[in-house]
């Protein structure tokens, strides 16, 4: 069987080029994001970053340590306690300490050099410590005087003077000093008094004492933390951030390694059943010299071991080749950290090699068996018509594939539709619903092409007649051709849709919620408004301003689980003005200093129930349920009241004008203070424009990604089929001259013909992507949001035009280069 197999490919290896392709370039895909994978598995082990020269770290207990009856879990706490002025005290008696502040600060147009989230000041006194040593300048002496992170990107120099703004206000200082980026952060050294003045809260005390006696002081204080070796990287800003970013990256990769064996067994199943379907008088011709069916079977099933093994060894060696350029790619985007590198982990290639064998005798299992069950009489045909006619088989499996997916569907809307919005759900839900289509596709193929050549088929000429009839004919070259449009237009339609219907939805939200006039936030990071700008803001006559905080509340579900949940903490007599939240149950005028407002996501939603809590500073308070929010798509978060806030800073102000007041007095104080502050102003429609929640980057390009995997299959696809197909109508084509038809007619109908095909392809993987936005669209409607569906034509009129362009130019190409023999002697041919 293997020698006869070799000798069948070399007779016709263009119908095996395009198998080897696809599946040559999935595997190597796959080894490329294996490697890439194993990459993330281990974040390197990093000492202490920040307080690297610190013997002993007192700062308050970072983490919620709760016993469960399977063991202590853990959860990190939003707003750790601070060090109070007693205990700094007490501390100071043991040794020289030196005390730290940490706090936002804004520097203007200013460019600093560092890392991190954002830019924090501290005190000059604790860069000892600290990996900072001067490399410019001196210390600063004086109020006014700071020192910057300045490296090559930085555009500040020793003796520059810059705005600096601290929740304290805005004030022009003189750069004395600057030290070199460490990496971790951007930073803005002040003198001692300076920062306790503009942050008095004390985030930790360097202790230069016997760890021991530090302890037994410390001991007598609740929920604070001594840190010493390894331990003071829990004083890092973001400790976490290494494995955090390896999480996004291995979601990426792995997402990506997901379509690619998908659409890889999809595009060689399809090319396997076309080659067996234009081989029936060879498989005949088998049958009549005495193969028997499982001759024939064993003959499909040896030529994809061949494939198998020469497309996955090639796929091996570009794995190789890729990954580290994938690795270099990443961090320099910034969707890796800066010290990933592919490392010498050799399984993703053994996997990689295996999944690709799998693939090519997967995608001949249905072709073999259509092989298997081809009779001597086939030989003795002289054309061959589809009859469109599905096997039992068939059809079980179809129907069987998209019942899951709608039963899947069904059951998610009734019991968690916030599970539809979620990318690992509308990444995988079209897969299925393709699969579906990809079956009946014997079956829909017929009746769609009929309907959209209708029109061109009823206009002059013939070539929109035979450019229907031959697509409806040959049913299977038609599948073959339509099946990689469908799963790219599923696949884009779907992602790009769904993503783009929950950015609307989510403003929708915005927009219904947010009934202020104005809104002046710290931005992200961790920031905090001025304490001046909140004070002139509260005294401004005929408005009602809210203050709120960015906080957070953990519970312990099931005894077993401790779940965090971000909240805002604000005044519930003020929130009312200015906002208008979905309120399902109870009231928000309920909300108070003992009790919470939830969403219908908690596992405790029953108005008047109280339910033991964590603050963000970990505190355990137990606190009555006032109302209950709407899910929506995931924005409604949980409520408390500035005192359940766990110490954190106000960082937002909605601001609504009093009826019968001037709009334009109450903007004009505002912005007064924003200026005096150097805080930003903004109205409802700018707050909204600018927030409105976009794709994430890594998201963006994990949807990326898999497009162009699929866009590249597909091209390769419809180059190896439409190559396969037009070679095997030769003699069709050749009989068209000899009717009569120009050469340029010929052509003109086989571009006529690609066209038509890949408009069933987008059409049926249009209805994939329908149903698939339907669903969303019914999450959407459970969760109480009222937003219409996003339709990207955008994208799906590039990957139709692309599609199209490849089909056309791979079918009139080679018919073109056949013609180029004389009819009679192409008419004449036998295979």
Same mark, same amino acid.
């Given at each position: 069987?293997?020698?006869?197999?070799?000798?069948?490919?070399?007779?016709?290896?263009?119908?095996?080029?395009?198998?080897?392709?696809?599946?040559?370039?999935?595997?190597?895909?796959?080894?490329?994001?294996?490697?890439?994978?194993?990459?993330?598995?281990?974040?390197?082990?990093?000492?202490?970053?920040?307080?690297?020269?610190?013997?002993?770290?007192?700062?308050?207990?970072?983490?919620?340590?709760?016993?469960?009856?399977?063991?202590?879990?853990?959860?990190?706490?939003?707003?750790?306690?601070?060090?109070?002025?007693?205990?700094?005290?007490?501390?100071?008696?043991?040794?020289?300490?030196?005390?730290?502040?940490?706090?936002?600060?804004?520097?203007?147009?200013?460019?600093?050099?560092?890392?991190?989230?954002?830019?924090?000041?501290?005190?000059?006194?604790?860069?000892?410590?600290?990996?900072?040593?001067?490399?410019?300048?001196?210390?600063?002496?004086?109020?006014?005087?700071?020192?910057?992170?300045?490296?090559?990107?930085?555009?500040?120099?020793?003796?520059?003077?810059?705005?600096?703004?601290?929740?304290?206000?805005?004030?022009?200082?003189?750069?004395?000093?600057?030290?070199?980026?460490?990496?971790?952060?951007?930073?803005?050294?002040?003198?001692?008094?300076?920062?306790?003045?503009?942050?008095?809260?004390?985030?930790?005390?360097?202790?230069?004492?016997?760890?021991?006696?530090?302890?037994?002081?410390?001991?007598?204080?609740?929920?604070?933390?001594?840190?010493?070796?390894?331990?003071?990287?829990?004083?890092?800003?973001?400790?976490?951030?290494?494995?955090?970013?390896?999480?996004?990256?291995?979601?990426?990769?792995?997402?990506?390694?997901?379509?690619?064996?998908?659409?890889?067994?999809?595009?060689?199943?399809?090319?396997?059943?076309?080659?067996?379907?234009?081989?029936?008088?060879?498989?005949?011709?088998?049958?009549?010299?005495?193969?028997?069916?499982?001759?024939?079977?064993?003959?499909?099933? %040896?030529? /994809?071991?061949?494939?198998? =093994? *020469? $497309? +996955?060894?090639?796929?091996?060696?570009? &794995?190789?080749?890729? @990954?580290? !350029?994938?690795?270099?790619?990443?961090?320099?985007?910034?969707?890796?950290?800066?010290?990933?590198?592919?490392?010498?982990?050799?399984?993703?290639?053994?996997?990689?090699?295996?999944?690709?064998? %799998?693939? /090519?005798?997967?995608?001949? =299992? *249905? $072709? +073999?068996?259509?092989?298997?069950?081809? &009779?001597?009489?086939? @030989?003795? !045909?002289?054309?061959?018509?589809?009859?469109?006619?599905?096997?039992?088989?068939?059809?079980?499996?179809?129907?069987?594939?998209?019942?899951?997916?709608?039963?899947?569907?069904?059951?998610?809307?009734?019991?968690?539709?916030?599970?539809?919005?979620?990318?690992?759900?509308?990444?995988?839900?079209?897969?299925?619903?393709?699969?579906?289509?990809?079956?009946?596709?014997?079956?829909?193929?017929?009746?769609?092409?009929?309907?959209?050549?209708?029109?061109?088929?009823?206009?002059?000429?013939?070539?929109?007649?035979?450019?229907?009839?031959?697509?409806?004919?040959?049913?299977?070259?038609?599948?073959?051709?339509?099946?990689?449009?469908?799963?790219?237009?599923?696949?884009?339609?779907?992602?790009?849709?769904?993503?783009?219907?929950?950015?609307?939805?989510?403003?929708?939200?915005?927009?219904?919620?947010?009934?202020?006039?104005?809104?002046?936030?710290?931005?992200?990071?961790?920031?905090?408004?001025?304490?001046?700008?909140?004070?002139?803001?509260?005294?401004?006559?005929?408005?009602?301003?809210?203050?709120?905080?960015?906080?957070?509340?953990?519970?312990?579900?099931?005894?077993?689980?401790?779940?965090?949940?971000?909240?805002?903490?604000?005044?519930?007599?003020?929130?009312?003005?200015?906002?208008?939240?979905?309120?399902?149950?109870?009231?928000?005028?309920?909300?108070?200093?003992?009790?919470?407002?939830?969403?219908?996501?908690?596992?405790?939603?029953?108005?008047?129930?109280?339910?033991?809590?964590?603050?963000?500073?970990?505190?355990?308070?137990?606190?009555?349920?006032?109302?209950?929010?709407?899910?929506?798509?995931?924005?409604?978060?949980?409520?408390?009241?500035?005192?359940?806030?766990?110490?954190?800073?106000?960082?937002?102000?909605?601001?609504?004008?009093?009826?019968?007041?001037?709009?334009?007095?109450?903007?004009?104080?505002?912005?007064?203070?924003?200026?005096?502050?150097?805080?930003?102003?903004?109205?409802?429609?700018?707050?909204?424009?600018?927030?409105?929640?976009?794709?994430?980057?890594?998201?963006?390009?994990?949807?990326?990604?898999?497009?162009?995997?699929?866009?590249?299959?597909?091209?390769?696809?419809?180059?190896?089929?439409?190559?396969?197909?037009?070679?095997?109508?030769?003699?069709?084509?050749?009989?068209?001259?000899?009717?009569?038809?120009?050469?340029?007619?010929?052509?003109?109908?086989?571009?006529?013909?690609?066209?038509?095909?890949?408009?069933?392809?987008?059409?049926?993987?249009?209805?994939?992507?329908?149903?698939?936005?339907?669903?969303?669209?019914?999450?959407?409607?459970?969760?109480?949001?009222?937003?219409?569906?996003?339709?990207?034509?955008?994208?799906?009129?590039?990957?139709?035009?692309?599609?199209?362009?490849?089909?056309?130019?791979?079918?009139?190409?080679?018919?073109?280069?056949?013609?180029?023999?004389?009819?009679?002697?192409?008419?004449?041919?036998?295979?």
């Amino acid at each position: 069987m293997l020698s006869l197999a070799l000798r069948g490919m070399r007779t016709r290896w263009v119908t095996f080029v395009g198998s080897f392709l696809a599946l040559a370039l999935g595997v190597g895909i796959v080894a490329t994001t294996g490697m890439a994978l194993a990459a993330t598995f281990d974040a390197p082990r990093h000492g202490p970053e920040r307080f690297a020269a610190a013997p002993v770290v007192v700062r308050g207990e970072d983490r919620l340590r709760v016993r469960t009856p399977i063991g202590f879990r853990t959860r990190e706490l939003t707003s750790p306690r601070s060090v109070s002025p007693e205990l700094a005290g007490a501390l100071a008696a043991l040794g020289r300490t030196v005390e730290d502040r940490t706090f936002p600060v804004s520097v203007g147009a200013a460019r600093l050099d560092g890392d991190g989230g954002g830019t924090v000041g501290h005190p000059w006194p604790v860069a000892a410590a600290t990996p900072y040593r001067l490399a410019a300048g001196r210390a600063p002496a004086a109020a006014g005087e700071v020192v910057v992170t300045a490296g090559d990107g930085s555009d500040v120099r020793t003796g520059d003077r810059i705005t600096v703004a601290t929740a304290a206000g805005a004030a022009v200082r003189t750069v004395v000093g600057t030290v070199r980026p460490a990496g971790f952060e951007t930073a803005v050294f002040f003198t001692a008094a300076e920062a306790a003045r503009i942050s008095p809260r004390i985030d930790a005390v360097v202790v230069h004492a016997d760890p021991a006696a530090v302890r037994a002081l410390v001991a007598r204080e609740a929920r604070m933390a001594v840190l010493t070796g390894d331990d003071r990287r829990r004083a890092d800003p973001d400790p976490d951030r290494d494995a955090e970013a390896l999480v996004s990256v291995n979601a990426l990769l792995g997402t990506a390694a997901g379509i690619t064996v998908f659409v890889s067994v999809f595009v060689v199943a399809s090319t396997f059943s076309f080659a067996v379907a234009q081989r029936r008088r060879e498989f005949g011709l088998l049958r009549t010299a005495g193969a028997t069916p499982g001759q024939v079977r064993r003959t499909v099933y %040896a030529e /994809a071991a061949v494939i198998g =093994v *020469a $497309a +996955s060894a090639a796929g091996c060696r570009l &794995g190789v080749l890729g @990954a580290p !350029r994938l690795a270099s790619w990443m961090v320099g985007e910034g969707v890796a950290p800066r010290w990933f590198a592919i490392g010498d982990q050799n399984w993703p290639l053994h996997a990689a090699f295996w999944t690709g064998l %799998a693939v /090519a005798l997967a995608g001949a =299992v *249905a $072709a +073999s068996r259509r092989a298997g069950k081809v &009779g001597p009489a086939e @030989a003795l !045909r002289e054309s061959a018509v589809d009859s469109g006619a599905m096997p039992p088989v068939r059809v079980l499996l179809g129907t069987a594939v998209l019942l899951t997916g709608a039963v899947l569907l069904g059951t998610a809307l009734v019991q968690d539709p916030g599970s539809l919005l979620k990318r690992k759900t509308y990444v995988t839900q079209p897969m299925l619903l393709i699969v579906g289509f990809a079956l009946f596709a014997p079956a829909l193929v017929r009746p769609v092409t009929r309907l959209l050549a209708w029109l061109p088929a009823q206009l002059p000429g013939a070539t929109g007649v035979l450019a229907r009839e031959n697509a409806s004919t040959a049913l299977r070259r038609t599948a073959a051709v339509a099946a990689p449009v469908i799963v790219t237009v599923a696949l884009a339609a779907s992602l790009m849709g769904t993503t783009a219907t929950l950015e609307e939805a989510r403003a929708t939200e915005a927009r219904t919620q947010v009934t202020s006039d104005f809104v002046v936030t710290a931005g992200g990071g961790g920031g905090a408004l001025p304490q001046r700008f909140v004070e002139r803001a509260r005294r401004i006559p005929g408005a009602v301003v809210s203050v709120s905080r960015s906080t957070s509340v953990t519970v312990l579900e099931e005894g077993t689980a401790l779940v965090g949940s971000e909240a805002r903490a604000v005044d519930p007599s003020d929130m009312a003005a200015v906002s208008a939240l979905p309120v399902v149950a109870g009231s928000l005028a309920g909300l108070d200093d003992e009790s919470l407002v939830v969403n219908e996501e908690w596992m405790t939603t029953t108005v008047g129930e109280r339910v033991g809590v964590w603050l963000a500073d970990g505190r355990k308070a137990t606190l009555r349920v006032a109302a209950v929010l709407s899910t929506g798509t995931g924005d409604n978060g949980v409520y408390v009241t500035p005192r359940n806030a766990g110490g954190a800073p106000v960082d937002r102000i909605d601001v609504k004008v009093r009826d019968g007041q001037s709009r334009s007095a109450v903007a004009a104080r505002l912005e007064a203070a924003g200026r005096a502050t150097a805080t930003d102003v903004v109205t409802r429609a700018g707050w909204l424009a600018r927030n409105e929640r976009r794709t994430g980057e890594n998201t963006r390009i994990g949807l990326l990604m898999i497009l162009l995997i699929a866009l590249v299959y597909t091209g390769i696809a419809l180059a190896n089929t439409q190559v396969m197909a037009t070679s095997d109508r030769v003699r069709d084509l050749a009989v068209l001259r000899l009717a009569g038809a120009t050469k340029a007619q010929v052509l003109r109908l086989v571009g006529a013909e690609a066209l038509v095909v890949v408009a069933v392809g987008a059409v049926l993987g249009g209805a994939v992507a329908a149903l698939n936005l339907f669903g969303v669209r019914a999450a959407l409607a459970r969760l109480d949001v009222d937003s219409a569906v996003v339709v990207p034509w955008e994208t799906i009129g590039s990957v139709v035009a692309v599609s199209a362009l490849l089909a056309v130019v791979f079918a009139v190409l080679p018919a073109s280069l056949a013609l180029r023999v004389r009819p009679v002697e192409l008419a004449g041919a036998r295979e």
